[in-house]
């Protein structure tokens, strides 16, 4: 069992960065394909950015590519999110999450473990 914690959300001026954090308790993460996904409020979940188990592969949402970067740490388990030029339709609850490693998908479904969500909010 894989308890993700994610962090760093808050409230930023368009144009602003914000960092993202995913930490796991228990199992480390360096077995597993990494996700970010957010869900707007009336919207569905959708992908973000993943990045592979060996951490040398990295795929983005096209509404993200060019400013989010995803990456790992594998000394501390960890996965980030760096947002930059924040837009206001970034708003949205940012979720971490694992698969199994080599599923490289970008659907909710294959995802096996979840945190709990970080709220980002950007003002225009």
């Known amino acids: 069992q894989v308890q993700l914690v994610d962090s760093g959300g808050g409230l930023v001026q368009a144009g602003g960065s914000l960092r993202l954090s995913c930490a796991p308790s228990?199992?480390?993460?360096?077995?597993?394909?990494m996700g970010w996904f957010r869900q707007a409020p009336g919207k569905e979940r959708e992908f973000v950015a993943r990045?592979?188990?060996?951490?040398?592969?990295?795929y983005y949402a096209d509404s993200v590519k060019g400013r989010f970067t995803i990456s790992g740490d594998n000394a501390k388990s960890t996965v980030y999110l760096q947002m930059n030029s924040l837009k206001p339709e970034d708003t949205a609850v940012y979720y971490c999450?694992?698969?199994?490693?080599?599923?490289?998908?970008?659907?909710?479904?294959?995802?096996?473990?979840w945190g709990q969500g970080t709220q980002v909010t950007v003002s225009s």
């Open positions: 228990g199992r480390t993460s360096r077995s597993y394909d």
């Open positions: 999450a694992a698969a199994s490693a080599g599923v490289g998908s970008d659907l909710p479904r294959h995802y096996n473990y």
């Open positions: 990045i592979s188990w060996s951490r040398s592969g990295t």
